[in-house]
Nanobody, 123 residues
């Protein structure tokens, strides 16, 4: 069974840094592009970052570009998100998710999600 488990969330002051992780199991992790998606209190889902299966190509939302870094260790089946210069607006539950594609290699969405880890900005 596919499982994604986020960890590393917590309370941090504005301007601080935090690294969160996502441990994957039950599938060939190195085959799948992965994403981080977040949900602020009372808000909808916001895509944060993507990384390809090999870890060489990354993409970021404008709101986090230059501050966050997505990475992965395929030997450890783990996805990471390093967050720097954190802002109050970054307060959210952060989810990792697996991306899937159809037979024609068209993106179909994110089929498995973790339960999320909460990151809270406070001063």
């Amino acid at each position: 069974q596919v499982h994604l488990v986020e960890s590393g969330g917590g309370s941090v002051q504005p301007g601080g840094s935090l690294r969160i992780s996502c441990a994957a199991s039950g599938f060939s992790f190195s085959t799948y592009p992965m994403s981080w998606v977040r949900q602020a209190p009372g808000k909808g889902l916001e895509w944060v970052a993507n990384i390809n299966n090999g870890g060489r190509s990354t993409y970021y939302a404008d709101s986090v570009k230059g501050r966050f870094t997505i990475s992965r260790d395929n030997n450890k089946n783990t996805l990471y998100l390093e967050m720097n210069s954190l802002k109050p607006e970054d307060t959210a539950v952060y989810f990792c998710a697996r991306n899937v594609f159809d037979r024609n290699l068209a993106w179909r969405g994110m089929d498995y999600w973790g339960k999320g880890t909460l990151v809270t900005l406070s001063s």
